[in-house]
């Protein structure tokens, strides 16, 4: 345990939060989690001075996981409404933009099961022409 503490951050530049802001968009995107994110983000946003708040509370405790540094700009960021709402739309855009593909995919195994099912009852209901025997 030889980490030196360091101080609190007071402010953060606005590059900081943009850099931020695209790192856990990135992050929560990529694993597919952009509608739990965007859900809890918006369920939390009445919260978020508080919720800043309470990061710095226990910034003793997540100094042992987490980057210092990291940390503290990510609790500094959530506290700014704007920032949280920059966040929001990016993780938005970000799941758009990396799953269009995959739901493109899944929409179209989807229209081969449906073809595949209107195909077998097809052929189990229709009439067999009976003049050909």
């Known amino acids: 345990m030889n980490k030196k503490h360091q101080d609190i951050l007071a402010t953060i530049s606005p590059d900081e939060a943009n850099s931020m802001i695209e790192k856990v968009a990135r992050f929560i995107a990529e694993r597919q989690l952009g509608s739990a994110g965007i859900l809890l983000l918006e369920s939390l946003h009445p919260l978020h001075g508080i919720a800043g708040q309470a990061m710095y509370f226990i910034l003793p405790f997540a100094e042992m996981v ?68």
Request: charged share 50%.
């Open 66 to 133: 987490f980057d210092s540094q990291k940390y503290q700009t990510f609790a500094h960021m959530i506290q700014d409404e704007e920032n949280l709402k920059r966040l929001i739309k990016r993780i938005d855009e970000l799941d758009e933009e990396i799953n269009r593909e995959r739901r493109a995919q899944a929409k179209l195994r989807s229209t081969r099961r449906k073809n595949k099912r209107r195909a077998i009852f097809k052929k189990m209901f229709t009439k067999k022409d009976r003049s050909a025997e």
